[in-house]
T-cell receptor, first 114, second 114 residues
Framework: EADIYQTPRYLVIGTGKKITLECSQT?????MYWYQQDPGMELHLIHY???????EKGDLSSESTVSRIRTEHFPLTLESARPSHTSQYLC?????????????FGEGSRLTVL | KNQVEQSPQSLIILEGKNCTLQ??????????LRWYKQDTGRGPVSLTI?????NTKSNGRYTATLDADTKQSSLHITASQLSDSASYIC?????????????FGRGTQLTVWP
């Protein structure tokens, strides 16, 4: 079982609130990712990091931001949540670059914005 | 345009029966193809990886095949169990380098009935 943890698992908040989704891994992986997943749709990459102090935006435009101050920690922040942010957010890590490395996923954070 | 198409979208089978899930891709260049299993409310977990030179690979009751010429892969599940109920996601990688990209299918939702 993968040693990657996400909190909270479920979050229901009102519009305009600031939220942070936490993601931590104990595998020492350099590469970490945030994906957004909606029912019946493919995973979309919204942020990734190849190491400390390295963050990049993914394919899907997102109003969220990320930081990577420590290898094991990759939090995602929404400054002002909106109903359009309602989704499942999956954090993942890999030992090598995403091209051929297995992704290890957390169990996800399901966000509902009212 | 690089794409990954999975079929069927959903499938219901009886416990003990076999089934085959399909994945067609147009990703080029091709590095590898992974099948992930995602239980409801959990993150995806890798089942198997197929590289260009591999035609078939088994992982317990799961057998994946790859035809790189026709750009098709299949996942065959033998003697299905209730615990096989999940979404099965096909993920194709290009290049295999640090800059390699991942292309996700939308998944096949498998339900196994007793």
């Amino acid at each position: 079982e993968a040693d990657i943890y996400q909190t909270p698992r479920y979050l229901v908040i009102g519009t305009g609130k600031k939220i942070t989704l936490e993601c931590s891994q104990t595998m020492g992986h350099d590469k970490m990712y945030w994906y957004q997943q909606d029912p019946g749709m493919e995973l979309h990459l919204i942020h990734y990091s190849y190491g400390v102090n390295s963050t990049e935006k993914g394919d899907l435009s997102s109003e969220s931001t990320v930081s990577r101050i420590r290898t094991e920690h990759f939090p995602l922040t929404l400054e002002s949540a909106r109903p359009s942010h309602t989704s499942q957010y999956l954090c993942a890590s890999s030992e090598t670059g995403g091209g051929d490395g297995e992704l290890f996923f957390g169990e996800g954070s399901r966000l509902t914005v009212l | 345009k690089n794409q990954v198409e999975q079929s069927p979208q959903s499938l219901i089978i009886l416990e003990g029966k076999n089934c085959t899930l399909q994945c067609n891709y147009t990703v080029s260049p091709f590095s590898n193809l992974r099948w992930y299993k995602q239980d409801t409310g959990r993150g995806p977990v890798s089942l198997t990886i197929m590289t260009f030179s591999e035609n078939t690979k088994s992982n317990g009751r799961y057998t994946a095949t790859l035809d790189a010429d026709t750009k098709q892969s299949s996942l065959h599940i033998t003697a299905s169990q209730l615990s096989d109920s999940a979404s099965y996601i096909c993920v194709v990688s290009d290049r295999g380098s640090t800059l390699g990209r991942l292309y996700f299918g939308r998944g096949t939702q498998l339900t196994v009935w007793p």
